[in-house]
């Protein structure tokens, strides 16, 4: 669905994203992760047909990003990290505009239109003028406007950016939504745990250099990383931390109040067969869980050169 292929930008002495091959498939959300000045945003903006090349292309859609840029604008919905509105407007105003300009038939605009503003939580706002809009309800809103085509691809581009807690909540799941309705999407964010809450496949870019990809438990697998296990013992829990002392492959990393954080190489069987011998020998187990690689900790292992 959206593919690049040796794609490389220039500006000037610049060299800010060099020949980034990636292939996004069919019906994935594909999160962009990286620092400010990493590529994502001129990737991005290559793939919105908003700046050519030095060198490389993509398709979206199966349509050249560089020859067939039109067929490209007509297959996405681009929401950029920043953007404005018209402040003389009204919301149902502003959609009414651009759904004309995604030339959306007159007879269908208005239901078109409500279903958008549904989607987004704005049906109340129809007839709020631009003007006295939140940046939450501003970024909302622009979202609104990328779906008003019912475009196959979506591209976003810090979309939960500015957007208060409740509002992000309802961002994943609007964007869980879509995915399940069959868009591909390409988002990125600074804010990783929300990437890992809505994302099928991950990218990690620095320096204009593509230094991982994948669905995100591969991703997890290739790191190597010992697996993390938060074991909650009821007191008095020095019963259950001799046991997990004796244990010859596994390290207690610490012990905050009731609970015992170890390290450990094992596949699922024995994390089984841990979890028996601690019930069998007396330790009182309250809970017993593997703490999940954040995407915060894959970012840095990788960029720390973890990842060759």
């Known amino acids: 669905m959206i593919h690049l292929t040796d794609f490389t930008k220039r500006y000037g002495d610049l060299l800010a994203v060099d020949r980034l091959n990636l292939t996004i ?56 990290d920043a ?24 007879e269908r605009r208005r239901k078109v239109i409500g279903d958008v503003l549904e989607r987004a939580g704005l049906s109340l706002k129809r007839s709020v003028s631009l003007g006295g809009l939140s940046r939450g309800m501003k970024q909302r809103l622009c979202l609104a406007k990328t779906l008003l085509h ?50 099928t496949t991950v990218g990690i870019i620095e320096r204009g250099k593509l230094l991982l990809h994948g ?14 296990l938060e074991i ?32 450990l190489e094992a596949d699922d069987r024995q994390l089984a067969e841990l979890l028996q011998r601690l019930v069998t020998q007396g330790a009182r187990v309250l809970s017993f869980a593997e703490k999940e690689l954040s995407l915060e900790e894959v970012f840095l292992r990788v960029t720390n050169g973890v990842v060759g």
């Open 215 to 228: 669905p995100i438990e591969e991703i997890y697998r290739r790191l190597g990383r010992k697996r993390v």
């Open 83 to 106: 953007f404005g509105v018209y402040e003389g407007m009204n919301v149902g105003q502003f959609l009414e505009f651009f759904a004309e300009a995604y030339r959306v038939p007159r």
């Open 232 to 263: 909650r013992l009821l007191e008095p829990m020095e019963a259950g931390l001799e046991i997990l002392r004796s244990e010859p492959e596994l390290a207690v990393v610490r012990t905050d109040g009731g609970t015992a954080t170890v390290e």
């Open 150 to 199: 019912d475009p196959p691809v979506l591209i976003l581009d810090e979309p939960a950016s500015g957007l208060d807690p409740r509002a992000r909540v309802e961002m994943k799941s609007l964007l869980r939504e879509l995915r399940e309705s069959g868009k591909t999407i390409l988002i990125s964010s600074h804010i990783l745990s929300e990437l890992a809450d809505c994302c």
């Open 25 to 80: 498939d069919r019906g994935e959300t594909f999160g962009f992760i990286g620092p400010n000045g990493a590529g994502k945003s001129t990737t991005i903006r290559f793939l919105a047909t908003l700046l050519n090349p030095t060198r490389g292309d993509g398709t979206v859609n199966g349509y050249s990003v560089t020859r067939r840029p039109l067929d490209v604008r007509r297959s996405i919905g681009y929401m950029p």
